[in-house]
T-cell receptor
């Protein structure tokens, strides 16, 4: 079990640039979640997918944020244009879905927008 | 929206001591989970609870799902230096998706 794989591990970019974060969920998991972690707000759910379909994107802060899941093994979170307040650690997590299936997290992407 | 209140916010204890932390909510949850996060890594699942009143152990860790479904606690016995980290509670209320709401975390430091 390779676990949830995220890339890049670190991203430093300038304000206004486009940022794309990538996630490969655990094989066989059909639910995928994007979380953002900051000191002030803790872990916040941004969006989640079931069977590649976005179910709830109410946590996405603004239209600058978008997420896609083109297939069961890949998802992206895009920020365009990026702003300094987007600086945070972004986690992807996956699960088999359902109430008895806990989330398994990747190691995150630390994003710094200058 | 749903919120979890986790306490204490931080703890600094001596190696060998027992630790207790808890989460409460004004909302009912169907599942409670406890995660630990080490620096530079994602949260790792420690214990999952699926029934009200359930008491589950994982080595030196013990967690309980409150009978009211609005709270949970995590105990760590005989703490060791590698217990250092941030502990998060998480509640799940959706019956279909596994969507979780996280507490603010308890930072644990253990003095050798």
């Amino acid at each position: 079990d390779a676990g949830v794989i995220q890339s890049p591990r670190h991203e430093v970019t300038e304000m206004g640039q486009e940022v794309t974060l990538r996630c490969k969920p655990i094989s066989g998991h059909n639910s995928l979640f994007w979380y953002r972690q900051t000191m002030m707000r803790g872990l916040e759910l941004l969006i989640y997918f079931n069977n590649n379909v976005p179910i709830d994107d109410s946590g996405m802060p603004e239209d600058r944020f978008s997420a896609k899941m083109p297939n069961a093994s890949f998802s992206t979170l895009k920020i365009q244009p990026s702003e300094p307040r987007d600086s945070a650690v972004y986690f992807c997590a996956s699960s088999k879905g359902g109430p008895d299936s806990p989330l398994h997290f990747g190691n995150g992407t630390r994003l710094t927008v200058t | 929206g749903q919120q979890l209140n986790q306490s204490p916010q931080s703890m600094f204890i001596q190696e060998g001591e027992d630790v207790s932390m808890n989460c409460t909510s004004s909302s009912i949850f169907n599942t409670w989970l406890w995660y630990k996060q080490d620096p530079g890594e994602g949260p790792v699942l420690l214990i999952a609870l699926y029934k009200a009143g359930e008491l589950t152990s994982n080595g030196r860790l013990t967690a309980q799902f409150g009978i009211t479904r609005k709270d949970s606690f995590l105990n760590i016995s005989a703490s060791i230096p590698s217990d250092v980290g941030i502990y998060f509670c998480a509640g799940g209320s959706s019956s279909n998706t596994g969507k979780l709401i996280f507490g603010q975390g308890t930072t644990l430091q253990v003095k050798p």
